[in-house]
């Protein structure tokens, strides 16, 4: 269990134009509740964004809005994922935005003049079931 960040409001938008409005509820109120039942704590507020499969660039577009405009993080979700809703895909994104929440709730500390270098990481694994498919690890970094 994370000590995360509560959300304070939830909205949910919905770009698909083949999601009907209650399904987009639906998928965002379960979505609410998984994450809060994951350990939710810190108020924020968070957007919930259902897009279209296949419109790369409205990802972008949403993103650049909300975090730079608004000043809001935002959580986006394809529409493939809203039809095939699963308590499993609930538990597993509401625990990774759990932690997101819970990193966003803190401070990086200003890096100083010393040389620095940062690290992120990533992994990404087959649907259960997949076992053509192997897990994909991808690490970046930045030295300044």
Known sequence: MTNGGRVNSWTCINFAKNVQDNLAR?????????????????????????????????????????????????????????????????????GRDTVLVDALSRHIPLVSDRPTIIFGADITHPHPGEDSSPSIAVVVASQD
């Open 26 to 94: 639906g998928f965002c109120h379960e979505l609410a509740q998984m994450c809060q039942i994951s350990g939710m704590g810190k108020e924020l507020d968070l957007p919930i964004v259902i897009l279209p499969d296949n419109d790369g660039s409205l990802y972008g577009d949403q993103k650049q809005i909300c975090e730079t405009g608004l000043g809001l993080v935002s959580q986006c979700y394809l529409t493939k994922h809203v039809f095939r809703m699963s308590k499993q895909y609930l538990a597993n994104v509401g």
